[in-house]
């Protein structure tokens, strides 16, 4: 069945990282959501300039693009606890695997509104 008000997939990971002194520091994504429903929305209201690793917008004054990603309170999602995603996991849309990092994650009893910037892992 088709949910039109959650039309992504997305699954949230939380960033880990460790440091040996061969490889130096490194970073691990571990699942914390394998796979959920979601709804993506572009919103333009916060700061200015483009993250690393985007383009330079053409207009240095627009806003740089923030996200809101809305999650339904799933069964699944509901047993992991209020707990489940945190500010600075990892969104990644299932479908074309753009990334999102979580900047403030909020808890309703019906969804999580969780507002989000792009995500570079390599920038």
């Not at 917008?57 to 995603?85: D, E």
């Not at 945190?86 to 808890?107: H, M, N, P």
Request: one cysteine or more; hydrophobic letters at 40%; glycine letters at 6%.
């Amino acid at each position: 069945m088709i949910d039109f008000l959650h039309p992504f997939k997305i699954s949230v990971g939380r960033a880990a990282y460790s440091s040996t002194p061969s490889e130096g520091l490194s970073q691990s994504i571990t699942a914390v959501i394998a796979s959920t429903s979601a709804s993506i929305q572009l919103k333009r209201d916060k700061g200015f300039g483009s993250p690393t690793g985007f383009p330079a917008p053409t207009n240095t004054s627009a806003p740089m693009p923030a996200w809101m990603v809305y999650v339904p309170l799933t069964l699944s999602i509901a047993a992991l606890g209020m707990g489940a995603i945190q500010d600075g996991d990892i969104i990644t849309d299932l479908k074309d695997s753009r990334q999102f990092k979580v900047d403030a994650a909020e808890y309703t009893p019906l969804e999580w509104l969780l507002a989000c910037t792009p995500y570079k892992p390599d920038a």
